[in-house]
């Protein structure tokens, strides 16, 4: 019993650890950025929509991390945000387009 025990307290903790680093939790601005322009890229592909000159800031407010990104589609610029709390899947992360004006523009 004691052996069974010594033996799960010791591989327990590296079990949890290792789905930890495995979840695709957000930890950084740095990481949503790239899961922005992403999640950019196949918004506008899913249109037939080539975006190009990618550029972002970022920042955060408390366990929030934000990115506003900017690309160049055809001749004109749009903007977009993302967001996601701090430590969440990249499946919690939110994604919006910002110019709108340019989104019905452009169509489906």
Not at 21 to 34: C, F, P, R
Not at 65 to 86: N, W
Not at 96 to 104: F, G, L, M, P
Request: aromatic share 8%; net charge positive.
């Amino acid at each position: 019993m004691k052996l069974i025990l010594a033996v799960l307290i010791g591989v327990v903790p590296s079990v949890c650890l290792a789905g930890k680093a495995g979840s695709g939790s957000m930890q950084s601005a740095a990481e949503l950025v790239e899961w922005c322009e992403s999640k950019t890229n196949s918004h506008y592909a899913d249109r037939g929509i080539t975006p190009y000159n990618w550029s972002a800031s970022w920042w955060e407010e408390g366990n929030v991390l934000f990115v506003r990104g900017s690309c160049r589609i055809k001749s004109e610029y749009v903007t977009v945000e993302c967001h996601v709390t701090r430590g969440a899947t990249k499946q919690h992360a939110k994604f919006k387009v910002v110019d709108k004006k340019r989104e019905n523009k452009e169509g489906r």
